[in-house]
């Protein structure tokens, strides 16, 4: 577990009173700096006054409740972190929580050690927000007064951004990339211009960059993952839209790559996600990603099984050809695949040699 910044301050709001001083004395006794509200209107102003970059709060409270709270807290401070504790909350609840932004779930009675360890990670994953906010802020100043030099670096930026994911999650490392590759591959075959194509690697590089915000705990979790955790994963397509679309230099293609990348994991028949879109208001370029994501993920190893066969991928495609998976698309990828007999590795070799 990590060990608390000095002093970090943290709020917490119950209408217990028993549990409000039983978990500031622990915080205390680790290292932080707590202070608590009996309900949710003081626990609002405490927020606003003192800005603390955790708040634990309780989901059933007379009042203002821990929903409300968590709401008006990410509408103060975006990157503030909300750990919602409970001994009623039911799973819609929780999942509902998550979905407006709560960092976290504990369910009492408390284990201390997962108490610790919980505000523990949203202390330190503040602070990465934080860091990453500066440097956003910088790469968007030095865009602005070097804008000869964007063009020569800016595959390269892409590329580093599409990192970020990978180095968090190394059973994944280099999907991105591949799905980018695969993806440039239908949409020649499709005859997409080149400046189209070059959306697509953009789109293909940066669509995951959203499971920053995912904890690593489930990216490299070695089994299935629980309803709560698939929904927590589910995430990523709006935080990755989050993350892309105030930057410069995305803009600069102008196409609308942060709703490409939002919309990677939505559906033709509307079973998709996060938005259950249908055919007709998906772009082209989202429905060439969402079958290079499909067969690139089915291909390679995960924590929670071996790779599949690309007969698998295929079979995939072609069973929810025109349901889930465009038909021309699925068409593009399929005539790619039998021209590599088939075989993952030398498909992906040969497309890493492609130029568009």
Same mark, same amino acid.
């Given at each position: 577990?990590?060990?608390?910044?000095?002093?970090?301050?943290?709020?917490?709001?119950?209408?217990?009173?028993?549990?409000?001083?039983?978990?500031?004395?622990?915080?205390?006794?680790?290292?932080?700096?707590?202070?608590?509200?009996?309900?949710?209107?003081?626990?609002?102003?405490?927020?606003?006054?003192?800005?603390?970059?955790?708040?634990?709060?309780?989901?059933?409270?007379?009042?203002?409740?821990?929903?409300?709270?968590?709401?008006?807290?990410?509408?103060?401070?975006?990157?503030?972190?909300?750990?919602?504790?409970?001994?009623?909350?039911?799973?819609?609840?929780?999942?509902?929580?998550?979905?407006?932004?709560?960092?976290?779930?504990?369910?009492?009675?408390?284990?201390?050690?997962?108490?610790?360890?919980?505000?523990?990670?949203?202390?330190?994953?503040?602070?990465?927000?934080?860091?990453?906010?500066?440097?956003?802020?910088?790469?968007?100043?030095?865009?602005?007064?070097?804008?000869?030099?964007?063009?020569?670096?800016?595959?390269?930026?892409?590329?580093?951004?599409?990192?970020?994911?990978?180095?968090? /999650?190394?059973?994944? @490392?280099?999907?991105? %990339? *591949?799905?980018?590759?695969? !993806?440039?591959?239908?949409? =020649?075959?499709? +005859?997409?211009?080149?400046?189209?194509?070059?959306?697509?690697?953009?789109?293909?590089?940066?669509?995951?960059?959203?499971?920053?915000?995912?904890?690593?705990?489930?990216?490299?979790?070695?089994?299935?993952?629980?309803?709560?955790?698939?929904?927590?994963?589910?995430?990523?397509?709006?935080?990755?839209?989050?993350?892309?679309?105030?930057?410069?230099?995305?803009?600069?293609?102008?196409?609308?790559?942060?709703?490409?990348?939002?919309?990677?994991?939505?559906?033709?028949?509307?079973?998709?996600?996060?938005?259950?879109?249908?055919?007709?208001?998906?772009?082209?370029?989202?429905?060439?990603?969402?079958?290079? /994501?499909?067969?690139? @993920?089915?291909?390679? %190893? *995960?924590?929670?099984?071996? !790779?599949?066969?690309?007969? =698998?991928?295929? +079979?995939?495609?072609?069973?929810?050809?025109?349901?889930?998976?465009?038909?021309?698309?699925?068409?593009?990828?399929?005539?790619?695949?039998?021209?590599?007999?088939?075989?993952?590795?030398?498909?992906?070799?040969?497309?890493?040699?492609?130029?568009?």
């Amino acid at each position: 577990m990590g060990h608390a910044a000095p002093h970090t301050p943290i709020l917490v709001i119950d209408d217990d009173q028993s549990i409000l001083q039983l978990v500031s004395d622990i915080l205390t006794r680790h290292g932080y700096a707590p202070f608590t509200a009996e309900d949710g209107t003081t626990g609002l102003e405490l927020f606003r006054k003192e800005k603390p970059p955790v708040v634990l709060t309780d989901i059933q409270m007379p009042g203002v409740s821990g929903i409300e709270i968590l709401k008006k807290v990410k509408e103060v401070s975006p990157t503030a972190q909300v750990i919602i504790f409970s001994g009623f909350g039911t799973t819609d609840d929780v999942i509902r929580a998550l979905r407006l932004g709560a960092s976290d779930y504990l369910a009492k009675p408390f284990n201390i050690g997962l108490l610790l360890h919980t505000v523990s990670r949203c202390v330190e994953r503040h602070g990465l927000i934080k860091d990453r906010m500066g440097r956003k802020a910088l790469l968007e100043e030095t865009v602005r007064e070097r804008t000869a030099a964007l063009t020569e670096s800016f595959h390269e930026t892409v590329r580093t951004l599409g990192l970020i994911t990978e180095k968090r /999650d190394p059973y994944t @490392a280099g999907h991105q %990339h *591949r799905v980018a590759l695969l !993806a440039m591959a239908i949409g =020649a075959k499709l +005859a997409l211009t080149t400046r189209e194509i070059e959306v697509l690697k953009v789109v293909g590089l940066l669509h995951d960059i959203g499971k920053v915000a995912v904890p690593v705990e489930l990216l490299v979790k070695p089994s299935l993952l629980s309803t709560i955790e698939a929904n927590l994963m589910k995430i990523h397509p709006q935080a990755g839209y989050d993350i892309i679309r105030g930057i410069p230099f995305i803009k600069s293609l102008k196409a609308d790559v942060p709703q490409m990348v939002l919309n990677h994991h939505e559906r033709l028949d509307g079973n998709g996600y996060p938005r259950g879109l249908t055919a007709d208001e998906l772009e082209l370029e989202s429905k060439i990603l969402s079958v290079a /994501d499909v067969i690139e @993920a089915m291909s390679s %190893h *995960r924590p929670y099984r071996p !790779a599949l066969t690309m007969a =698998a991928a295929k +079979a995939e495609i072609l069973e929810n050809r025109g349901n889930a998976y465009c038909p021309e698309c699925v068409d593009a990828c399929i005539t790619l695949i039998e021209t590599h007999n088939d075989d993952s590795k030398q498909l992906f070799d040969y497309l890493d040699t492609r130029s568009y």
